[in-house]
T-cell receptor
C-alpha cells in the first residue's frame, strides 16, 4: 500500500526555471492539498482540490499553478522559480473533506539558487 | 480569520519527565486534530477529538479537548527519545484545516 508519494524528494534548480513537483495517492481520496513548510511560518496552504478538475487557491498561491486531471495525481508547478520559493513542499490528501484528517506525503525539499 | 496558537514553541525535556503542550483557537472548533512530525519527516496524524471535554489516550500520550471546544492539550508522561519531534494541533477553519505553529520537543538523555 503506497499511500501518498511525492517526487522528486530533493530538487535543486535555478531562478527563473520551471519546476513541477509530483504527488500521487493510491487511496482515491477526493481531496488533495499542497503545503509549504518554512521555519517561522509553519504549514501554509498553497492550493487544494476537492475533486478532479476542481482546484482552488489557498493562503499563498502566487507563483504556483496546479492541475488535477486524474483523482490520484495533483502536480504543483512553479512557473518561474524564485529564491523565496526555497522550501519543503508537502502534498496531503483527505477522504472526507477540506477540514478533515489529512495524510501527508514524505515531502520534496526544493532549493532555488 | 481563525487562528490556532500553540505554546510553548519549544519544549526541552529530561528523559523520563512529563510535559504538556497547549493549543488555543480564536473560535469554537467542531474538532481538534493532533499531528506529529519527526525531524526530517512529514506530519503524521495522531488523533482527533470531537466532544467537549473529551479525553483520549495513546500509550503515554493523553489528549484533551476543552469544555468550550476552543482549546486542547497534549500531555506526555515519562518522555522517551522516541517522542522527539514537532507536535501540531489543527482545527477546521473557513475553508481549510488551520495548523498551529507546533511545539518542537527535544529530549535530554
Amino acid at each position: 500500500d503506497a499511500g501518498i508519494t511525492q517526487s522528486p524528494r530533493y530538487k535543486i534548480t535555478e531562478t527563473g526555471r520551471q519546476v513541477t513537483l509530483m504527488c500521487h495517492q493510491t487511496w482515491s481520496h477526493s481531496y488533495m492539498f499542497w503545503y509549504r513548510q518554512d521555519l517561522g511560518h509553519g504549514l501554509r496552504l498553497i492550493y487544494y482540490s476537492a475533486a478532479a478538475d476542481i482546484t482552488d487557491k489557498g493562503e499563498v498561491p502566487d507563483g504556483y499553478v496546479v492541475s488535477r486531471s486524474k483523482t490520484e495525481n495533483f502536480p504543483l508547478t512553479l512557473e518561474s522559480a524564485t529564491r523565496s520559493q526555497t522550501s519543503v513542499y508537502f502534498c496531503a490528501s483527505s477522504e472526507r473533506g477540506l477540514r478533515d484528517t489529512q495524510y501527508f506525503g514524505p515531502g520534496t525539499r526544493l532549493t532555488v539558487l | 480569520g481563525q487562528q490556532v496558537m500553540q505554546i510553548p514553541q519549544y519544549q526541552h525535556v529530561q528523559e523520563g519527565e512529563d510535559f504538556t503542550t497547549y493549543c488555543n483557537s480564536s473560535t469554537t472548533l467542531s474538532n481538534i486534530q493532533w499531528y506529529k512530525q519527526r525531524p526530517g519527516g512529514h506530519p503524521v496524524f495522531l488523533i482527533q477529538l470531537v466532544k467537549s471535554g473529551e479525553v483520549k489516550k495513546q500509550k503515554r500520550l493523553t489528549f484533551q479537548f476543552g469544555e468550550a471546544k476552543k482549546n486542547s492539550s497534549l500531555h506526555i508522561t515519562a518522555t522517551q527519545t522516541t517522542d522527539v519531534g514537532t507536535y501540531f494541533c489543527a482545527g477546521p477553519g473557513d475553508y481549510k484545516l488551520s495548523f498551529g505553529a507546533g511545539t518542537t520537543v527535544t529530549v535530554r538523555a
